[in-house]
């Protein structure tokens, strides 16, 4: 167990490193158990916990999440202010108003960004309460932010920055610096959260008289026993099966794959991911290796070990996926005028489209004199982060296994042969007994109501995941709740996933309405928003009577049309001008009943 960075700046004493060492291992360990475990390892500290006299007082943690990764690091965080002596309470974004945190004296935030920069679903009411106008002073709070998000795209943990900069304009007072996490998020989350706590820990209350230091608890070592299969310890796991879903004329290649739990104890509900840890192609890394004139079995370091570079090519570094870090890199290395222009401008949009469909190779042959040492591309390179698709099994239907709905990407450029990272990986092994590294990422916020509760779920493609997982779980359980879906692909004949499943579903009486959209079998497209927007007057019906919004699949068109589509379908519907129709639609988002799982 790798025990987490704690900076030497930071002001702990020499007992208090120790016990926060120890008690981040446990952490990590308690993070990796199965869902439900370490739910239970939390019970009784991600609320609130009454302080010992004399503690740092009441702390607020909010988090805005739309995976669950920025939950997980705020429950992180809840036990190790615990253990400090705050008063903790933990707090989905979506159940805080502006008043609550004005109210808060000390206030920790753990937020992704979205898409291109967005909030995450849960976090956007409370932001546009905080960016409006009349939001109010907050010079008594205390705060520090964390970001979680993904270089690759722009508006990089653009989340953080706007809640980091807007709480301070505010009059609130920043503790310590924003960190920004990238897929590799772990690690400097660890490092900063030490740091953090004690700047909160030492900070008085607004009008108070600093408390002495509070004493810290002793690390529990009570979970060390419970099985452990999470990021840093991923399962092994066998794929029983890897069929293809599509058929012979489609465009695509979509499959269907099972994987064995086998007695790892792993469990996980309908509407959870799982991650896999991938490998990259074996021959690309041949390609780089002989790019850069080296053999493979050089000895490299980086922030975590020694490896050979062949090693850290093969399963720890992103090489299909260009960092805009190594773009420029060789910009500056090369003089190459298109890519210098590229940085100069800095117009994302321009430079996304030059690197659409190139790889690492591509970036370096831009100037095939250029040169280049193993240590400088491994220091332009993004860390390989474990890929995560929504399950499309039942724990109840599907018992010891996890079910994936994937399309694989595969495309020929400059004569090449490439394809996506993990949907390549998974899609060719198809041998007897093939293992694959896998581990649960829980997505609280895409949960399936009460069973008497009416759902509607949107998802085409292979959007229909948690859906197919949705109906086995209802069948599974007798649910009596009413189930609509809309599903959509390019074609009927080829493309209509799960068709049997869907059907006897009708039959059965599980699924009360279907809806469908196939773009390309008619002249004009038609898409599930268009499908919607034909039932308008039943969804808004539907709506009515409680009914809960899913939607699943593609984030840049396919989610933003959907949700225009229903803000629309109320105002028709609904008699209501724009303005009331927005905020309906806010309303459900606030009482869970209009959940999305995009990406």
Same mark, same amino acid.
């Given at each position: 167990?790798?025990?987490?960075?704690?900076?030497?700046?930071?002001?702990?004493?020499?007992?208090?490193?120790?016990?926060?060492?120890?008690?981040?291992?446990?952490?990590?360990?308690?993070?990796?158990?199965?869902?439900?475990?370490?739910?239970?390892?939390?019970?009784?500290?991600?609320?609130?916990?009454?302080?010992?006299?004399?503690?740092?007082?009441?702390?607020?943690?909010?988090?805005?999440?739309?995976?669950? #990764? /920025? !939950?997980?690091?705020? &429950? %992180?965080? +809840?036990?190790? @202010? $615990?253990?400090?002596?705050?008063?903790? *309470?933990? =707090?989905?974004?979506?159940?805080?108003?502006?008043?609550?945190?004005?109210?808060?004296?000390?206030?920790?935030?753990?937020?992704?960004?979205?898409?291109?920069?967005?909030?995450?679903? #849960? /976090? !956007?009411?409370?932001? &546009? %309460?905080? +960016?409006?106008? @009349? $939001?109010?002073?907050?010079?008594?709070? *205390?705060? =520090?932010?964390?970001?979680?998000?993904?270089?690759?795209?722009?508006?990089?943990?653009?989340?953080?920055?706007?809640?980091?900069?807007?709480?301070?304009?505010?009059?609130?007072?920043?503790?310590?610096?924003?960190?920004?996490?990238?897929?590799?998020?772990?690690?400097?989350?660890?490092?900063?959260?030490?740091?953090?706590?004690?700047?909160?820990?030492?900070?008085?209350?607004?009008?108070?008289?600093?408390?002495?230091?509070?004493?810290?608890?002793?690390?529990?070592?009570?979970?060390?026993?419970?099985?452990?299969?999470?990021?840093?310890?991923?399962?092994?796991?066998?794929?029983?099966?890897?069929?293809?879903?599509?058929?012979?004329?489609?465009?695509?290649?979509?499959?269907?794959?099972?994987?064995?739990?086998?007695?790892?104890?792993?469990?996980?509900?309908?509407?959870?991911?799982?991650?896999?840890?991938?490998?990259?192609?074996?021959?690309?890394?041949?390609?780089?290796?002989?790019?850069?004139?080296?053999?493979?079995?050089?000895?490299?370091?980086?922030?975590?070990?020694?490896?050979?570079?062949?090693?850290?090519?093969?399963?720890?570094?992103?090489?299909?996926?260009?960092?805009?870090?190594?773009?420029?890199?060789?910009?500056?290395?090369?003089?190459?005028?298109?890519?210098?222009?590229?940085?100069?401008?800095?117009?994302?949009?321009?430079?996304?489209?030059?690197?659409?469909?190139?790889?690492?190779?591509?970036?370096?042959?831009?100037?095939?004199?250029?040169?280049?040492?193993?240590?400088?591309?491994?220091?332009?390179?993004?860390?390989?982060?474990?890929?995560?698709?929504?399950?499309?099994?039942?724990?109840?239907?599907?018992?010891?296994?996890?079910?994936?709905?994937?399309?694989?990407?595969?495309?020929?450029?400059?004569?090449?042969?490439?394809?996506?990272?993990?949907?390549?990986?998974?899609?060719?092994?198809?041998?007897?007994?093939?293992?694959?590294?896998?581990?649960?990422?829980?997505?609280?916020?895409?949960?399936?109501?009460?069973?008497?509760?009416?759902?509607?779920?949107?998802?085409?493609?292979?959007?229909?995941?948690?859906?197919?997982?949705?109906?086995?779980?209802?069948?599974?359980?007798?649910?009596?709740?009413?189930?609509?879906?809309?599903?959509?692909?390019?074609?009927?004949?080829?493309?209509?996933?799960?068709?049997?499943?869907?059907?006897?579903?009708?039959?059965?009486?599980?699924?009360?309405?279907?809806?469908?959209?196939?773009?390309?079998?008619?002249?004009?497209?038609?898409?599930?928003?268009?499908?919607?927007?034909?039932?308008?007057?039943?969804?808004?019906?539907?709506?009515?009577?409680?009914?809960?919004?899913?939607?699943?699949?593609?984030?840049?068109?396919?989610?933003?049309?959907?949700?225009?589509?229903?803000?629309?379908?109320?105002?028709?519907?609904?008699?209501?001008?724009?303005?009331?129709?927005?905020?309906?639609?806010?309303?459900?988002?606030?009482?869970?009943?209009?959940?999305?799982?995009?990406?």
């Amino acid at each position: 167990m790798e025990l987490p960075y704690i900076p030497s700046d930071i002001p702990f004493t020499g007992d208090q490193k120790a016990w926060f060492s120890g008690f981040m291992a446990g952490l990590n360990t308690r993070m990796a158990m199965p869902t439900g475990v370490a739910e239970a390892a939390l019970a009784g500290t991600a609320t609130s916990t009454l302080a010992p006299e004399g503690g740092p007082g009441p702390l607020l943690i909010a988090y805005g999440t739309q995976t669950g #990764n /920025a !939950e997980m690091i705020a &429950e %992180q965080a +809840a036990e190790a @202010a $615990a253990g400090l002596g705050f008063s903790v *309470r933990v =707090a989905d974004m979506g159940d805080l108003t502006v008043a609550d945190v004005a109210a808060a004296s000390k206030l920790l935030v753990v937020v992704s960004t979205y898409g291109e920069g967005d909030m995450p679903d #849960n /976090a !956007e009411d409370l932001w &546009e %309460q905080l +960016a409006d106008d @009349a $939001a109010p002073r907050m010079e008594g709070l *205390r705060f =520090a932010v964390c970001g979680l998000g993904d270089s690759i795209y722009d508006g990089f943990c653009q989340a953080a920055k706007n809640l980091d900069g807007r709480l301070f304009e505010l009059g609130a007072q920043r503790l310590v610096d924003r960190v920004e996490c990238d897929v590799d998020f772990q690690r400097p989350a660890d490092a900063w959260l030490p740091g953090a706590l004690q700047a909160l820990a030492d900070a008085p209350a607004a009008g108070a008289v600093a408390a002495a230091p509070a004493p810290v608890a002793a690390a529990s070592s009570s979970s060390s026993d419970k099985v452990k299969w999470g990021r840093k310890n991923p399962y092994p796991a066998t794929i029983l099966a890897n069929s293809v879903l599509s058929g012979p004329t489609s465009a695509k290649e979509v499959r269907h794959l099972v994987i064995s739990l086998g007695d790892s104890g792993i469990e996980y509900q309908p509407g959870d991911g799982i991650s896999i840890v991938a490998e990259n192609d074996g021959a690309l890394v041949d390609l780089l290796l002989a790019r850069i004139g080296a053999t493979g079995d050089e000895l490299i370091t980086d922030r975590k070990a020694q490896r050979t570079l062949r090693e850290a090519l093969t399963s720890h570094y992103e090489i299909s996926t260009p960092s805009k870090y190594l773009v420029d890199y060789v910009a500056k290395r090369t003089g190459d005028p298109e890519l210098t222009h590229l940085m100069e401008t800095g117009d994302p949009e321009a430079l996304d489209a030059w690197l659409w469909g190139r790889d690492v190779l591509d970036v370096l042959n831009v100037d095939p004199a250029m040169t280049m040492s193993p240590e400088e591309l491994i220091g332009e390179l993004r860390p390989l982060a474990p890929r995560v698709y929504s399950i499309s099994s039942s724990p109840e239907a599907h018992n010891g296994t996890v079910h994936i709905t994937m399309a694989t990407v595969r495309y020929t450029s400059d004569n090449r042969e490439r394809g996506g990272v993990c949907s390549t990986y998974l899609a060719d092994r198809r041998g007897e007994n093939d293992e694959v590294q896998v581990y649960i990422t829980p997505n609280k916020a895409f949960r399936l109501p009460q069973d008497d509760a009416p759902v509607i779920m949107i998802g085409p493609g292979t959007g229909i995941a948690p859906f197919r997982s949705f109906l086995h779980e209802r069948a599974a359980r007798g649910a009596t709740g009413d189930n609509w879906l809309f599903f959509g692909d390019q074609h009927r004949d080829s493309d209509f996933l799960y068709e049997a499943e869907l059907d006897q579903f009708l039959s059965d009486g599980l699924l009360s309405r279907l809806d469908l959209a196939f773009s390309r079998d008619q002249e004009h497209k038609v898409y599930v928003q268009d499908r919607m927007r034909d039932q308008g007057e039943n969804v808004y019906r539907w709506l009515e009577r409680g009914a809960h919004v899913y939607v699943c699949g593609d984030a840049n068109r396919m989610a933003h049309d959907v949700d225009q589509a229903l803000t629309e379908i109320v105002a028709q519907h609904g008699g209501m001008d724009a303005e009331k129709a927005g905020l309906y639609v806010s309303d459900l988002k606030k009482e869970k009943r209009y959940c999305r799982d995009v990406y």
